[in-house]
């Protein structure tokens, strides 16, 4: 994708922060009537990065969403149907009510892995999913996100290891809201960029600091949107 954006791709990222906005909005109106089958996770000041990291693909790529990337399933062409019905865990859900949140995926039209619970390890799949791109002779990227707490697992090095060393076409987003679950990244991280993780391996990285940042009373940086 060009740097410069259009004024039709700025109404597009528009559209799809709203529309991803939309309808987290109504599924808490449904988890709060007890429609929602399991917990419900928003991204609620974070739609940007879903939603921008995924329109920024082509149509063949791949990715991996998280359970807070519904952005994303919505860029890649998932409807919001779609989605309500496998939160309430419905007949007619893509997982034919077999399961509930967001671990569905559409391998066969929208190049989309299912999630896994177990956080990191979406990175050496979707790390495997990109060489098997190559291998097969198609020019796609693989991509998935991760969060602060999740760059903390041991498969998150593994995994990045692992696509360093097989110079594989692979984007991670590293997704840091600054805490992990009630754990602030300053209690758990010695570094102030969590990107810095990717020199160990070699792997080219770049940092998007977001605007409207505050200090909290503990001393940590945190997000406006997350207070």
């Not at 700025?10 to 988890?31: I, P, Q, S």
């Not at 995926?105 to 060489?131: Q, T």
Request: net charge positive.
């Amino acid at each position: 994708m060009k740097k410069g954006l259009t004024r039709q791709q700025y109404l597009d990222l528009y559209h799809y922060m709203r529309l991803n906005r939309a309808v987290e909005d109504t599924m808490v109106k449904l988890f709060r009537q007890n429609k929602i089958v399991g917990g419900l996770y928003s991204s609620l000041g974070q739609e940007a990065i879903s939603v921008g990291s995924a329109y920024a693909l082509e149509k063949k790529d791949w990715l991996a969403p998280m359970i807070r990337n519904i952005g994303a399933l919505l860029v890649k062409g998932v409807p919001p149907r779609d989605i309500f019905m496998q939160h309430m865990a419905k007949y007619d859900s893509p997982t034919k009510g077999k399961d509930g949140t967001s671990h569905f995926g559409d391998l066969d039209n929208l190049h989309i892995v299912s999630p896994i619970s177990m956080l990191g390890d979406l990175i050496p799949v979707m790390a495997g999913v990109a060489i098997a791109g190559r291998y097969l002779g198609q020019k796609i990227v693989a991509m998935t996100w991760i969060g602060d707490g999740g760059s903390s697992t041991g498969v998150f090095h593994e995994g990045l290891n692992f696509a360093a060393t097989q110079k594989a076409p692979f984007v991670l987003i590293l997704e840091n809201n600054l805490w992990a679950y009630s754990t602030p990244v300053r209690r758990q991280v010695p570094l102030e960029n969590l990107a810095d993780r990717a020199k160990a391996y070699g792997i080219h990285r770049r940092r998007q600091r977001r605007r409207g940042d505050v200090q909290d009373r503990q001393g940590s940086r945190r997000p406006r949107a997350c207070r």
